[in-house]
């Protein structure tokens, strides 16, 4: 028997329905390129599979003492929240994790104002 068009249409169509979804997951710090001391960064976290849920983005120096703050996110229907965090004057690089995805690390840079 040969494959039938109308048939292999059919198998893709349930197959499909039944596939897993796929959602994106992301963590996005902005500024997104360096961090100022003493400045503020806005953190974005996205994941739709936790939607309704309270996420916490952990953020650590790169430095001895290590320094850690933990930041709680509560995620609106579609899966998405935001913060805010101040960086602290003393750090030089800020790493970003949070559940699910991938890690972020911003260096931080003296603050220019003042001069």
Do not use: C
Not at 23 to 48: N, R
Not at 55 to 81: K, R
């Amino acid at each position: 028997m040969k494959n039938h068009p109308i048939l292999a249409a059919m198998a893709f169509l349930v197959s499909a329905m039944f596939a897993p979804s796929l959602t994106a997951q992301e963590l996005t710090i902005d500024p997104g390129v360096i961090l100022t001391q003493g400045g503020s960064a806005k953190i974005h976290y996205a994941d739709a599979n936790k939607a309704g849920q309270t996420i916490v983005v952990v953020i650590t120096n790169s430095t001895t003492p290590v320094q850690q703050f933990e930041i709680q996110i509560t995620l609106d229907s579609s899966g998405a929240g935001d913060a805010t965090w101040n960086v602290p004057s003393n750090w030089r690089a800020a790493n970003f994790t949070a559940p699910g995805v991938k890690g972020v690390t911003l260096p931080v840079v003296p603050s220019t104002s003042g001069r």
